[in-house]
């Protein structure tokens, strides 16, 4: 083996099906293997496979069915167990109408063929009467569904999640619906699937309805014969039109008869009308389906399909239809396979084909610039994406326009646009990097709201980074992440040490699954202490992860990969149980008057059952729900803003402490802090590590401690080091401390040993880094 070869192999982890691409790279009296996880570029070539051949089916005029039938079905295969339904709103908007739903049964799809369009008229009446995504997570017990809950519950179907399908006159045309047979909420990567499938439906529905229309014209003229004319093929002129022809082409009768009829022939298709005229040569000759453009009195073209017969004199009858629209309707069909309906730019499958040819020419460096709009999600969440697509739409046009010639960009994904070039020198590249980051800054516009954005650019470049479109577009998109990742609103190159972190997450991603199996993860305990007399209150339990191939390992750097792995659930409830265990322990040697404190990722505190899973590990060890202090991030707090307030206020009512960890580093607003019951401010320790002696640090500390204590909350600060600190702290009013100078994270039977010398002050377990 004298070459890198790739194996694609599929294996399946946990519940899911996911893709590995194994990559076999020969080496001296070795084989090199290294793994990479392709699900989601699967899950994306699938969907832009399904979508071809449902814009085949389209282009072919099969059925509006067939075409919404594929539709479900590519819906379900990425979405096991969900059962797809697609709805359409009669012409006046006022009933729903069965389109497809090729999983659920007969009787329940004529059950509620006709129902009313309206406010509580099920998930899909309601989503066209509020033009917003319905979700109805639980049918029996939802007022949507008050009317019309019995044929669900005995057809077995217990969640319905529709969402509208707009019209190009911004109607709603129909619904695209998700069914389940059980009780439970969408995800986000379903959502995702849902809007990926909508304009595709649109497409669909619009297509043949205009299909149809041009079909009882067409059918129209092939019964009437409206448009006809007698043609001298020996002269070359047109002998006789009725006033049909002279209507559709604005010529009048005389100026079609004293022309030649080449000089109505558009230059392209003379050829093509000459073969035709060449076959009516001699008597009953007959050609049939000639398709050329004729020009008309004002200058356009208009699409015409002849049928003509020779007579004895020489004479060509002809009989003619207008096709324009249905050429039309196949232009828009082709434009639409290809581009995005959102913003009019070319799909990934074009650009990646552009990508290709301009790679073909090995000796001129080829750029991809990968550009991402910065927490773009919030425009959705709080605007609707309404607002959204607008905003896409312009910044589609502001990036085009600002390209250079040569130049091709592409919607990659979501908020994503790719931009290919060929440049032998780096600085114009970079300059057309910032250039594009300005027109996004740009203040826009939109819907009563001017909007702020910044977007974050990688840089990938042939054939340093790759000589393939899928590895150059694979790294511009790691140093875009790496971009953001540093805060937004930059450019990252791609880079050698990129790709080492990016092994590096991968190695790390393979050793965390299994884990918590292998009994690899622990928790350490820091103490924390009241700032007045540094007695004990409780301590916080801290993750470890020590793998007997890598080392101990910090958070920092297994937690992001937990997160993009979707593990944090897993994980966090093994901290949960773990640390309520270890509260049990520590009540049943007689300790009390202490708090063991978690911290929650945004993973988990998005999650539906997550107070449920917080309850039943308190009840599974018997611990008082006023032990357990829930710490959170200001970041986590953003996301799903009224879910989160919901879930915490339930916490709270339990008795459970909530705390706000690293304070002032995120990007909440005081008007968002005080929608959540939170009981404690923790100052991040960024702004403690320069008191007494940094005066901003020792102001902004002075302010979070008035603020927190004006609403009513407990103020900690963490990463006190030095007693200078913990006494300047104690003196501003900080009620609490954390940090090295007062007790180091240790494991749970050193922990216990603060409660021992609780009596003296600053006598907990101690120590330097």
């Known amino acids: 083996m004298d070459r890198q070869e790739a194996l694609s192999l599929e294996t399946r982890w946990g519940n899911e099906d996911r893709w590995i691409e194994c990559l076999i790279q020969p080496a001296p009296a070795s084989v090199l293997l290294s793994f990479v996880d392709v699900t989601k570029r699967r899950r994306l070539a699938r969907m832009g496979e399904g979508h071809r051949e449902v814009l085949t089916g389209i282009a072919g005029q099969h059925p509006l069915k067939e075409s919404l039938e594929r539709i479900a079905h590519l819906h379900e295969e990425l979405n ?4 797809c339904s697609l709805v359409l709103a009669d012409k006046d908007r006022k009933r729903i109408l069965h389109g497809a739903a090729p999983s659920l049964p007969d009787s329940y799809n004529r059950a509620i063929h006709g129902l009313p369009i309206g406010d509580q008229e099920g998930s899909c009446g309601t989503a066209i009467w509020r033009r917003e995504r319905i ?3 639980d049918i029996a017990n939802d007022p949507l569904w008050i009317k019309h809950r019995d044929i669900a519950l005995r057809h077995g179907l217990h969640a319905c999640w529709s969402t509208p399908v707009f019209g190009s006159d911004g109607e709603a045309i129909g619904t695209f619906a998700v069914y389940y047979r059980e009780v439970r909420e969408p995800s986000a990567f379903e959502l995702g699937c849902i809007d990926q499938m909508l304009t595709i439906t649109a497409i669909a529905i619009e297509s043949a309805r205009l299909i149809e229309k041009v079909r009882e014209r067409d059918g129209f003229f092939e019964l009437s014969f409206d448009i006809y004319c007698v043609v001298d093929t020996g002269a070359g002129y047109i002998a006789q039109a009725n006033p049909a022809f002279s209507r559709l082409t604005g010529h009048s009768e005389a100026e079609l008869c004293g022309t030649p009829y080449v000089e109505f022939i558009h230059p392209d298709d003379l050829d093509l009308v000459a073969r035709a005229v060449g076959m009516l040569r001699s008597t009953d000759d007959r050609v049939q389906d000639v398709v050329y453009r004729f020009r ?4 356009s073209y208009r699409w015409i399909s002849w049928t003509a017969v020779v007579a004895e004199d020489g004479r060509a009858f002809a009989v003619g239809r207008d096709i324009t629209a249905g050429r039309q309707v196949e232009a828009d069909l082709a434009h639409a396979a290809s581009h995005d309906a959102v913003t009019r730019l070319p799909h990934r499958l074009v ?10 020419d090995e000796s001129r460096p080829v750029w991809v610039l990968l550009l991402g709009i910065d927490r773009f999600q919030v425009i959705n969440e709080f605007m609707g994406h309404l607002v959204g697509d607008e905003v896409l739409r312009r910044i589609a046009a502001r990036l085009r326009d600002s390209l250079d010639a040569g130049a091709r960009i592409a919607r990659f994904a979501g908020d994503e646009f790719v931009i290919a070039l060929g440049s032998p020198h780096r600085g114009p590249v970079v300059e057309l990097a910032e250039r594009l980051r300005s027109v996004v800054a740009e ?40 971009a953001k990742r540093r805060g937004r609103d930059g450019i990252c190159e791609f880079s050698v040490e990129h790709m080492k972190d990016t092994e590096d997450r991968l190695l790390l991603g393979r050793n965390l699954r299994g884990a918590i199996e292998r009994g690899e993860l622990s928790l350490h305990y820091q103490s924390q202490h009241r700032a007045s007399d540094h007695r004990l209150s409780g301590f916080e339990a801290l ?22 792995m979707g593990m944090m659930s897993k994980i966090g409830a093994w901290v949960l149980d773990q640390a309520c265990r270890q509260a049990r322990t520590w009540l049943d040697a007689g300790h009390v008057d202490f708090r063991i404190a978690i ?34 991030t200001e970041s986590s707090l953003m996301e799903n803003v009224e879910r989160v307030r919901i879930a915490l206020t339930e916490l709270k009512a339990f008795g459970i402490r909530l705390s706000l960890d690293d304070f002032g580093t995120g990007y909440s607003s005081l008007a968002y802090l005080r929608q959540f019951p939170i009981d404690k ?24 401690i008035a603020m927190g204590h004006q609403l009513r909350m407990v103020v900690a600060a963490e990463g006190v080091e030095t007693a200078e600190q913990a006494e300047f702290l104690g003196a501003i009013g900080c009620d609490e401390l954390q940090g090295f100078h007062l007790g180091l994270p240790v494991r749970a039977e050193l922990a216990a040993l603060s409660f021992e010398f609780d009596d003296s002050p600053g006598a907990c377990v101690k120590g330097g880094r």
């Open 80 to 83: 096991p167990g969900g059962l």
């Open 135 to 137: 979700i109805v997570a």
């Open 296 to 299: 008309c009195h004002d200058g």
């Open 351 to 360: 650009f990646e084909t552009q990508l290709e040819a301009l790679l073909v």
């Open 443 to 482: 203040p826009m516009e939109c819907h009563d709201y001017q909007l702020m954005l910044s977007a974050s650019v990688g840089i990938s470049r042939s054939p340093e980074h790759g000589q393939h479109s899928q590895d150059l577009l694979c790294h511009a998109e790691a140093a875009m992440i790496r």
């Open 543 to 564: 993750l470890r992860w020590d793998n007997p191939e890598l080392g101990a390992l910090s958070p920092a750097r297994f937690i992001p990969i937990a997160e993009t």
């Open 599 to 632: 911290n929650i990722s945004a993973q988990e505190l998005q999650q539906s059952s997550f107070v449920k899973t917080v309850m039943a590990a308190l009840q599974r060890h018997s611990v008082p729900a006023n032990v357990l202090d829930i710490e959170l």
């Open 681 to 704: 401010l923790k100052i991040d320790q960024r702004f403690v590590r320069g008191l007494p002696f940094n005066d901003d640090d020792a102001a902004i500390a002075k302010t979070i």
